[in-house]
């Protein structure tokens, strides 16, 4: 019989007061924002007083040595014996109403909790100003625990009484009375407790949790690591919550991290300072690393657990300092950015502090050249959306990396970034990645926020104005709307020529920012009328910048709508590189590695795939089917996602092998061309979409061997691969996920292209 990793107990609510007040039982929630509402906590009184289930609680024990204190912790603070794994807002809500102990709100304002009791008709309320005044009410049921439940039960009563205007009948009295003890007796209820003893993993409570959680709520590795910290470094965890509401807060005065980007939260700011002292993306290992366990023997160690949180403390005092945090976000407006209006991904925003962090403090780089290089990242990490799909394992590879460098070596920090830079930004990736990726009407688009950090960058103009871009896009100024975002060719007008599909009137390759004449009355006309009326008195060299900026193709307002989009969102590709371009240094500029080489050394990733070969099966010495479909799903998955560079010739080490075996199975034809042939043929044939126009295929050497470099751009649409066994058609559906392909299925694959285009 399997040992239990559990026992069932119970607990009066008098005695889990008092053990949360001994801090024997952790409840931190008391000193962070209280998500129930009082309507719940009144809800909860009244099912205890009907005797109504209420859940199951369950609490974890720690396994902490008697005597232990918190990490920083003074003489008061001991490590407590259970942690609260589910229940803990109702064990806050009635812990907050026996003592009345303030509670903070969303908007960090300390409030009592009042919940009223109705003795008449057994009824509880949220107390408020019409039931102070009621007589009927007992206004605060905390007066029975704090004040007595004498004292309190004979105010009740001469206030009634004075009410009234005459004496309660001795039978009344009576029923009010047992009502109101009823109510008093409520701290000896009986709670249900599980305790999971101490031998239980992370992964086994969290299961647990999920199984007997009746709202399928699911925790993850960021709770456990939160929940370890109040358990053993308390002092921590409110460290990281002072910032988070420094950061929101508006009354709060003198230096903060309010800021225009993002309002961070303790999960994002611990996976930075995670990130910091461990190298670790995945948090999934980090609450062991932080319990003291050696991976080798299992054995949790005090003295290592205090190591571990001692290196954490370092770390987060480093992201949490206002100036490192300042001087980071300086970064992004280096890079054109202006505001959480142009933030599509915060995790790319926390993950790339961690790579400023880390420049700073571990590799010595001033801050001038770590701003450009931090800048050029997070524009890239941003528009590609590099940390979109599975970005613990994308930052954790990144980190790898960047491990791997001497300590201390700016120079190779700089380079190593700059490289991963490069391999995403190729030239197939501006000229025809980007302008797919701009085939879209999202208004949260990164490859439309690129274009605006794009035009910031180039100190661009509005269309028709001398203001500038960035001055609308200034997060403090509220633009009128004649200086929005406007139709080029409007909505009316279109509708005139039949076209009415929303995602199409409103693409981004129709918007453009611009500052209406006070005499323009358009919202009908014709281009082609209205473009020769309102740039008739503009200067030359004026409009034809703005035509650039605004990524205008020659004589557009004679082009027909469709063909007027499609060279648009080429003419913008163009302005995000020139944009871009405007953050590179002469270091990158000037780098005399080849593409080949970017490649093999920012190693597979979400944008990058190593095949050994297409056609050989090296194991069975044979050709082989199964091979070319590798290739295809491969293709099939970059082109649904952000499209990447796939190397054929090379094995998972990013070690070259070459092409020799798959040649030799073309026979007559094994060249080159004939190779590149054969892969064309192969994806037209096995995928839903031609690949021309989208796929390129290249050839570079690399000592006495070739490597074969398939460029796929992001589709426009979804693309299906036909299945390796089972049928002709295409109709599977595969995704670069992280640095895997994977196949997705109905809601799955819904949902995913709902999102994605």
């Known amino acids: 019989m399997a040992a239990t990793l559990y026992r069932d107990t119970g607990y009066t609510l008098t005695h889990l007061v008092q053990d949360i007040g001994h801090g024997n039982i952790a409840l931190p929630d008391i000193q962070r924002p209280f998500v129930w509402s009082a309507t719940k906590t009144r809800d909860l009184f009244d099912s205890l007083y009907r005797g109504y289930p209420v859940g199951t609680l369950m609490f974890w024990e720690t396994g902490a040595e008697v005597g232990t204190r918190q990490v920083g912790g003074g003489a008061h603070d001991k490590v407590a014996k259970l942690l609260i794994v589910d229940g803990q807002q109702r064990l806050t809500s009635l812990y907050a109403v026996l003592t009345g102990q303030t509670v903070l709100t969303k908007s960090f304002e300390k409030k009592r909790i009042r919940i009223a009791f109705r003795p008449s008709d057994g009824t509880f309320e949220v107390t408020d100003a019409a039931i102070e005044k009621d007589p009927e009410f007992l206004p605060d049921i905390t007066s029975l625990w704090a004040d007595g439940y004498r004292s309190t039960t004979r105010k009740f009563f001469a206030r009634l009484t004075e009410a009234r205007g005459i004496e309660l009948s001795v039978e009344e009295e009576d029923d009010l009375e047992d009502r109101i003890d009823r109510v008093y007796d409520l701290q000896n209820f009986r709670f249900q407790v599980v305790e999971l003893n101490a031998g239980a993993d992370e992964e086994q409570v969290a299961e647990i949790f999920v199984r007997i959680n009746s709202e399928g709520v699911k925790l993850n590795q960021a709770d456990f690591i939160l929940t370890l910290m109040s358990v053993h470094w308390e002092q921590g965890r409110r460290q990281l919550e002072a910032f988070c509401r420094a950061a929101v807060d508006a009354t709060m005065t003198g230096p903060t991290p309010r800021n225009s980007f993002i309002d961070p939260s303790p999960d994002q700011l611990l996976r930075a300072s995670v990130g910091l002292a461990f190298r670790r993306g995945r948090l999934q290992h980090v609450y062991n690393i932080l319990r003291g366990k050696d991976f080798e023997t299992g054995h949790v160690s005090a003295q290592r657990r205090g190591e571990q949180f001692e290196a954490l403390r370092r770390a987060q005092d480093e992201v949490v300092d206002l100036t490192n945090w300042h001087e980071y976000l300086k970064c992004l407006m280096h890079a054109g950015f202006r505001g959480r209006r142009m933030v599509t991904s915060e995790t790319a925003l926390i993950y790339t502090y961690v790579l400023w962090l880390i420049g700073k403090r ?324 096995t995928l839903s979409i031609p690949t021309a126009g989208i796929m390129k295929i290249g050839f570079e050497r690399l000592g006495q061997d070739d490597v074969c470099i398939v460029s796929v751009a992001a589709a426009g649409r979804p693309v299906f691969a036909r299945p390796h066994e089972g049928g002709s058609s295409p109709i599977d559906f595969w995704v670069r996920i992280g640095n895997a392909t994977k196949q997705l299925h109905g809601d799955d694959m819904v949902e995913y292209q709902k999102s994605h285009w």
């Open 362 to 685: 571990d590799f010595g780089i001033d801050r001038k050249r770590l701003r450009g290089v931090i800048a050029r990242w997070f524009f890239m990490a941003h528009t590609t959306g590099r940390y979109t799909s599975s970005p613990e394992s994308a930052i954790e590879a990144d980190l790898g990396r960047i491990s791997a460098l001497a300590p201390g070596d700016g120079a190779a920090f700089c380079e190593e970034l700059d490289r991963i830079v490069r391999s995403n930004f190729t030239r197939d990736y501006w000229e025809i990645s980007l302008p797919n990726r701009l085939d879209t009407s999202s208004a949260r688009s990164p490859a439309l926020f690129a274009y605006w950090a794009s035009l910031n960058l180039l100190d661009a103009e509005l269309l028709f104005s001398d203001l500038r871009v960035r001055e609308l896009l200034d997060p403090s100024m509220t633009a009128p709307r004649t200086i929005e975002r406007h139709h080029l060719f409007p909505k009316a007008f279109l509708a005139a020529g039949g076209i009415t599909n929303n995602r199409v009137v409103n693409a981004i390759g129709n918007l453009a920012f611009l500052d209406w004449p006070d005499n323009a009355a358009i919202s009908a006309d014709d281009p082609i009328q209205y473009w020769p009326t309102l740039t008739a008195t503009m200067d030359p060299q004026r409009l034809k910048r703005q035509e650039y900026w605004h990524a205008l193709p020659v004589g557009w307002a004679q082009l027909d709508y469709t063909t007027f989009l499609e060279r648009r969102r080429g003419l913008i590709a163009k302005v995000v590189r020139d944009g871009f371009g405007r953050l590179s240094d002469a270091a990158m500029q000037l780098s005399g590695t080849s593409v080949l080489d970017d490649l093999l050394a920012v190693g597979e990733s979400q944008t990058v795939e190593y095949k050994s070969t297409a056609r050989w099966n090296v194991r069975a010495a044979q050709a082989d089917k199964k091979m070319e479909h590798v290739i295809t799903k491969t293709v099939c998955g970059f082109l649904n996602a952000e499209g990447g560079s796939l190397l054929i010739g090379v094995d998972d080490d990013a070690r070259v092998l070459g092409l020799a075996d798959d040649l030799r199975t073309l026979g007559a034809k094994g060249n080159r061309d004939g190779y590149e042939l054969f892969l064309r043929q192969l994806l037209d044939s």
